[in-house]
Nanobody
Framework: QVQLQESGPGLVKPSQTLSLTCTVSGGSITTNYCHWSWIRQPPGKGLEWIGYIVYSGSTSYSPSLKSRTSISRDTSKNQFTLQLSSVTPEDTAVYSC??????????????????WGQGTQVTVSS
């Protein structure tokens, strides 16, 4: 059973950088044909995909957040991290990490999120 656990500060001040870590157990973040994502859900709103990192360390980000987002990994700890800079109160959300795997990189329809962390509340406030 793959398990993901988010950790990091629950309160961040405006203009500072939000930093979260996802610790993975039961599966390797270097596994091929999987990507490891960060997703958030602001209060009263739907899920918003932030970005992902794949086995090689390559990343992809939401166009709306790309300029402020950095996802990295530490393979020795089986962890991947999110850094979101220049935060504002509208960045307040429950942040979750999740895994998605598929049969191949090109078969888009085969990809599905199968494991999620419990989510962690991050509030941006002075």
């Amino acid at each position: 059973q793959v398990q993901l656990q988010e950790s990091g500060p629950g309160l961040v001040k405006p203009s500072q950088t939000l930093s979260l870590t996802c610790t993975v157990s039961g599966g390797s973040i270097t596994t091929n044909y999987c990507h490891w994502s960060w997703i958030r859900q602001p209060p009263g709103k739907g899920l918003e995909w932030i970005g992902y990192i794949v086995y090689s360390g390559s990343t992809s980000y939401s166009p709306s957040l790309k300029s402020r987002t950095s996802i990295s990994r530490d393979t020795s700890k089986n962890q991947f991290t999110l850094q979101l800079s220049s935060v504002t109160p509208e960045d307040t959300a429950v942040y979750s990490c999740a895994r998605a795997c598929g049969s191949s990189w090109s078969d888009w329809s085969s990809w599905k999120y199968d494991y999620w962390g419990q989510g962690t509340q991050v509030t941006v406030s002075s």
